[in-house]
């Protein structure tokens, strides 16, 4: 019994997510580090690219959560690190974009694919509708209906 409930919370921990965090980078104070940790995960990893640096072990990655560890200790908001990581790497290092002027297009396009596409559904379906589907038919094949209707 014991040996099935050790073999039971073995796979159920297996399966927990693996952060790439290493002991030597975690801050002493757990509320520090909770909110290092929630700064990390909004963060892309410039190297893994689809990966947040709190999932990387890539060195840059590992640089990245150094930084926003130092910026917190010396008493930044989480928005005041946030805006210091990007103006050293752009927007591009944030997972999610913020909602700005100059990113209205990233968000707008989605939307915007889907009206274009649903017009030019619309748009090609009334043009198909009034057309005939088929060619007139020659004097030959015209003769050749009529002889088989008389019949």
């Known amino acids: 019994m014991i040996r099935r409930l050790l073999v039971v919370l073995a796979v159920v921990f297996s399966t927990a997510p693996a952060f790439a965090v290493n002991p030597d980078e975690v801050l002493a104070d757990p509320g520090l580090e909770a909110r290092a940790r929630a700064i990390s995960a909004e963060l892309r990893c410039m190297v893994c690219q689809n990966q947040s640096i709190d999932d990387s072990n890539a060195e840059l990655a590992k640089d990245l959560r150094l930084l926003v560890r130092e910026r917190l200790t010396d008493g930044d908001t989480d928005a005041q690190v946030m805006n210091y990581i990007v103006s050293r790497y752009g927007e591009f290092v944030l997972l999610k ?10 968000w707008g ?25 088929g060619s007139k038919l020659t004097a030959e094949e015209q003769a050749r209906l009529s002889e088989l209707l008389d019949e």
């Open 97 to 106: 974009p913020r909602f700005e002027t100059k990113t209205i297009l990233l």
């Open 109 to 133: 396009a989605p939307l915007l694919l889907v009206v274009a596409g649903g017009l030019s559904l619309i748009v090609f379906a009334r043009k198909r509708a009034g057309r005939p589907t």
